[in-house]
């Protein structure tokens, strides 16, 4: 990889001691999705495997698609290309992705005979593609910055076992939460004990930092949020902390549109060390709301960064200043960069980050 860094540099552990809330010299910044579509090396690589399934399941592509945003922007984290929905097609669920239709599974669950035949996935059987990406990608890294690994919570998997692909409100699922909730807890606990193994073999491969996406959290009330997702958000922590190759290593939930009364607290007594938040949430209310028991993540609107430069850099210096001069902040948007960014806008923003970033003293 080009650019190797002294070991001194701080972008090597920038964002594991922002984590941590320890000093930094600089607020540390990295993007959902920022390997993807709006990077036309992106485009031209994945044109090259023929569908998506082959780019996600080949590692040396996913690998390099993991690099390319680093080989354009001062990021401080490389994050592992994948999909959240590796877990339910390694269960046979049938997972296709359909040209402007998004994911689709051939068998989807609908009866309590369909969940009972699940088992847990072997992450270096059905699942080692990604673990020896995750190999492959530290060994490319060499140390220059960490590399996040990752999955989509059991509520989220869930979502789209369930109902079949993706949808608006994801109606299958939670009429099963009112309608069969036994079945529907069978199917999480699976999921949860599948989610954190499938982590813990990232870790075991070399990821740095884990993350859980809860992108569906946000369509429960909040009493079906704390028993249908932070139960078994909160049990995925916990099995982590137990696993002696992913114990150490941080773990960031980002539940979207999960911000009521009380959720937030709950999230970040679950276990976590950082919590992602998503930009209906102002940043300074969720500092003083989680106070020091977590850092946070986040959380610029993605649409930002469609607007002029000079917009992008007056949106990062007001985000930087309401969190304030407190540790454990990790700059990134509040959801993941959107197809049609000017890859131009994102060196615009990592650079005021950065540069912003060290005005507000951590």
Partial sequence: MALPLATDDPRRTRLLRALRRESVDTTPVWLMRQAGRYLPEYRATRARAGSFMRLAQTPELACEVTLQPLLRFDLDAAILFSDILTIPDAMGLGLSFVEGEGPRFARPLRTAGDIARLGVPDPEGELRYVPDTVRLVRRELDGRVPLIGFAGSPWTLACYMVEGGGSRDFAHAKTMAWNDPASLHRLLGTLAHAVADYLAAQ????????????????????????????????????????????????????????????????????????????????????????????????????????????AIEREAAGLLQAFGPHPGHVFNLGHGITPGVPPAHVAVLVEAVHRLGRRVPA
């Fill in 203 to 310: 870790a075991a491969a070399g990821a740095q930092v884990l993350m859980v996406f809860d992108t569906w959290g946000g369509l429960l009330a909040p009493p079906m949020f704390a028993g249908f997702s932070l139960r078994y958000l909160a049990e995925i922590a916990q099995r982590l902390r137990a696993h002696p190759a992913a114990r150490a290593v941080p773990l960031i939930l980002f539940a979207k549109g999960v911000h009521g009364a009380g959720q937030l607290e709950a999230l970040a007594d679950s276990g976590c060390a950082a919590l992602g938040v998503d930009w209906t949430l102002p940043i300074a209310e969720a500092r003083l709301r989680v106070g020091a028991r977590v850092a946070l993540q986040g959380n610029l609107d993605p649409a930002a960064l469609h607007a002029k430069p000079e």
